[in-house]
């Protein structure tokens, strides 16, 4: 899909920030894949690149604040001359508004127009430029670390009233097994030896191609990297009405996959769940939790919340702490809720002042704290297998991750004094729990 590189693109060179969720890194890794294959090399720093690229996020309101204030950063960082071109979620969001609103970016681009930015360093750039490279299919640089991200699908079919998504990303379109396969089989041979599936709604993957459940084959097919060096997948994003068999089973039969259940839930109070638009109640959730625990003790649970949703009472509030409590998750985080254009939840009534939605986003994380603590100190004299992410700049030590924890938003382990390369497995003993990370040695 990609154009043979330009010679007189050859010795230009591009900077790329990548702000938001995991699924942008993913974008970020083809965007920069793309701009390689038009010949341009990576610049350390934006003052000495040709090209800057600000891949946004759109979600929240605190989102597209950042995504501003790092556009126009990077405006007067840039050196003379170079161009500087918005792209992700907010450029897809907002289009020619963006555009009018950002005279400093010489071009807004949008996803399909995304494989194609280097055209912006043509004399004459373009709002969005002609020519489509459909993300999901284009190529990845090289991975520089031993994880990786990769996406199964783009878009959502749900309709959760808070949620903006599915107005700028589209329904969901999942890729071919075969096209995951080939990508997951290029980033081993690079070094990789941990996948962490991602899509708006990874465990819905398949239903719009026809094939419903697809997700448990996927990963059967992706076991078999084990003999080239892949050592484990862990899913991300997964709606908790489709965590079931054959899922659950295939998640805790297979030797790759870790038992790392990363559940959509927004909150526990049914009533308010049903206002977002959501499935199920902190019982449904309690025993589905249950479940998976008692068929493995040791997986472990992430999830996150919405607090102070539209109607939300302090009886629903106080449901959501029992909840918590009773649940006893590994890891959550709790955010507050974002007014969005365009949803449902944008009329609703019920409006909780932002006084309260920070009490009550206090309390939340006071429940959620001692919990977590307790969790990683539970693990002190236990045997855990550690892969090597790379070295702590303040010790020298290696730094890395048991399967307990994914990367970038959970807790690390510290391996000091360990000599380890980034890609090794290094066997261990907790030996102390340093709130959200651990200490271990060999």
Same mark, same amino acid.
């Not at 990576?42 to 800057?52: E, H, K, N, S, W």
């Not at 924890?405 to 890609?423: C, N, Q, T, Y």
């Given at each position: 899909? +990609? ?74 960082a840039r050196k003379n001359g170079a161009r500087l071109v918005v792209t992700g979620c907010m450029a897809e969001r907002y ?29 004459e750039p373009r709002r969005v430029p002609k020519g489509v490279r459909d993300l999901l299919e284009l190529p990845r640089a ?24 599915? +107005? ?5 379109? +999942? ?127 992430? +999830? ?64 959620q704290e001692p919990v977590t603590v307790a969790a990683r100190a539970a693990l002190i004299g236990r045997d855990v297998d ?57």
């Open positions: 899909m +990609s154009r043979a590189p330009s010679t007189s693109l050859s010795p230009r060179a591009f900077y790329l920030q990548t702000l938001g969720c995991p699924k942008n890194a993913v974008d970020s890794d083809k965007i920069v894949a793309a701009l390689r294959a038009d010949g341009l090399v990576p610049a350390a720093d934006p003052g000495t690149a040709d090209l800057v690229v600000v891949n946004t996020c759109a979600f929240v309101e605190a989102a597209r604040e950042e995504s501003i204030e790092t556009t126009l950063a990077l405006a007067d289009g020619a508004e963006l555009a009018a609103a950002l005279p400093e970016a010489d071009a807004v681009v949008g996803f399909a127009g995304a494989g194609t930015i280097a055209e912006t360093l043509l004399p090289a991975p520089a670390a031993p994880w990786a991200y990769l996406k199964v699908a783009e878009g959502c079919d749900r309709a959760c009233a808070f949620c903006a998504i599915p +107005s700028f990303r589209g329904k969901q379109r +999942s890729r071919s097994p075969q096209s995951i396969l080939a990508e997951a089989c290029a980033l081993v041979d690079g070094g990789v030896r941990e996948l962490v599936l991602v899509a708006q709604d990874l465990a819905w993957y398949g239903r719009d191609i026809g094939e419903p459940g697809a997700l448990a084959p996927l990963l059967c097919r992706l076991d078999e990297l084990a003999s080239a060096g892949l050592r484990r997948v862990r899913l991300l994003y997964l709606y908790p009405s489709e965590v079931h068999d054959p899922l659950v089973g295939t998640m805790l039969d297979l030797e790759t996959v870790v038992p790392y259940f990363d559940l959509s839930l927004q909150h526990a109070a049914a009533p308010l769940l049903r206002r977002m638009r959501r499935w199920g109640s902190g019982e449904r959730f309690l025993g589905m939790i249950d479940g998976i625990r008692s068929r493995e003790p040791d997986a472990v649970f992430r +999830s996150s919340f919405i607090v102070g949703f539209p109607g939300e009472t302090e009886a629903h509030h106080a449901q959501l702490l029992e909840f918590l409590d009773a649940a006893q998750l590994d890891w959550a985080g709790f955010f507050p809720f974002s007014r969005e254009d365009g949803t449902t939840a944008a009329d609703l009534d019920g409006t909780v002042a932002p006084d309260l939605m920070t009490e009550r986003l206090r309390e939340c994380d006071a429940a550690v892969l090597v992410d790379g070295v702590d700049d303040e010790t020298g030590g290696a730094v890395g991750r048991t399967f307990r924890e994914a990367p970038e938003i959970d807790g690390v382990v510290h391996l000091p004094g360990v000599p380890a390369s980034p890609g090794e497995f290094v066997g261990a003993r907790v030996t102390d729990a340093v709130g959200p990370d651990l200490v271990v040695e060999p």
